[in-house]
């Protein structure tokens, strides 16, 4: 079998045009070979001095645009992280930098350079979004509770007191925190304290990968193996777009994020897709080299103007293979 690169590359945005992205874009390569310490990436944040954390299957990194320094778990050591297999990664309006891993969540003290490791009925934790500055929301083997960040401890408070199982994601903007699941999606507002779940019937019985909602009342939703599906919160309009009836790349959607001009990029199993807000409403693949074309993209996020670079890059995480997956 060929061997599977990993690495973690710096995407340079280039001025779209409809139907393709005719510019080139520029990576800049970061794998096992520069101190990565495991070739699956599986997502990765950006703290407020800059620097990239970067979670693999192996460890975390962190990446100050010159050196990389990893951290791992040692069962001798209860400062060190809480465990080498990292599902997500989440930093907090105050900064703080929160890994979920599969034996709890981990709390790194910046000052200190080490971590503070918190159980759950001894569950994977997958990811956390914040409630308030002082709960977090966490998905703890597919099921929410609350974690209170002053005494430490968790809790089934609130709306983790809903009956919603087989949790899969959750996103927050402003005062709503969508929550992807086995039923379907729900919809929860910090203010009112009320749950409501989405109706979208094209959706249900989808297995919803990410979700990523905007100001323009739009929530689009990353589904394993149904593509994309974009739904309006007032209209209740859904469109649908897969392989079949667009350009996008593959069905098994694996990232999502919206650029400053409006335009939604989705990362896939099988390299990043545009889509275009201009009225025409059609999936682009990026024109780029046909390594491109292989990339699996774990996560994109925003890069800040800080250290790494002058440019106003989005940041891609990839896993990039010799051959396409047929399992995915």
Not at 15 to 27: A, D, N, Q, S, V
Not at 93 to 112: E, I, M, N, P
Not at 123 to 142: F, Q, T
Not at 270 to 279: A, R, S, Y
Request: charged residues 20%; aromatic residues 12%; glycine residues 8%.
């Amino acid at each position: 079998m060929k061997k599977i690169l990993i690495f973690f590359a710096i995407y340079i945005l280039c001025l779209p045009i409809f139907g393709k992205y005719t510019e080139k874009p520029l990576f800049s390569h970061l794998g096992v070979n520069d101190g990565l310490p495991h070739n699956t990436i599986v997502d990765f944040v950006q703290d407020n001095q800059g620097v990239i954390w970067i979670a693999t299957k192996g460890g975390l990194s962190k990446f100050d645009s010159y050196d990389v320094k990893t951290y791992h778990h040692f069962s001798k050591n209860p400062q060190s992280l809480g465990s080498d297999f990292i599902n997500s990664l989440y930093k907090d309006s105050q900064g703080r930098l929160w890994v979920c891993t599969d034996k709890g969540l981990s709390l790194y003290h910046f000052g200190a350079d080490h971590f503070k490791n918190f159980i759950y009925q001894h569950r994977a934790i997958y990811s956390v979004v914040e409630l308030d500055p002082v709960h977090l929301l966490v998905n703890a083997g597919h099921e929410l509770v609350v974690f209170n960040t002053t005494d430490l401890k968790f809790r089934k408070l609130g709306i983790a007191k809903l009956p919603i199982k087989g949790v899969s994601t959750l996103f927050k903007y402003a005062d709503e925190i969508m929550i992807g699941c086995n039923e379907g999606i729900y919809r929860y507002n910090l203010l009112t304290k009320k749950m409501s779940r989405l109706h979208i019937p094209a959706v249900d019985g989808n297995q919803i990968q990410c979700l990523y909602r905007t100001a323009d009342t739009h929530l689009y939703i990353g589904t394993e193996g149904s593509g994309l599906f974009v739904y309006h919160l007032v209209t209740h309009q859904v469109k649908h777009y897969t392989t079949l009836n667009s350009q996008l790349s593959s069905d098994y959607i694996r990232a999502l994020s919206v650029n400053e001009d409006g335009d939604l990029w989705v990362g896939t199993v099988l390299g990043l897709n545009v889509l275009k807000k201009n009225g025409v409403h059609a999936i682009a693949r990026c024109n780029t080299t046909v390594i491109m074309d292989d990339l699996t993209c774990y996560h994109i996020i925003k890069r800040r103007h800080i250290n790494l670079s002058p440019f106003n890059p989005f940041t891609l995480l990839t896993r990039i293979g010799t051959q396409h997956q047929k399992n995915h």
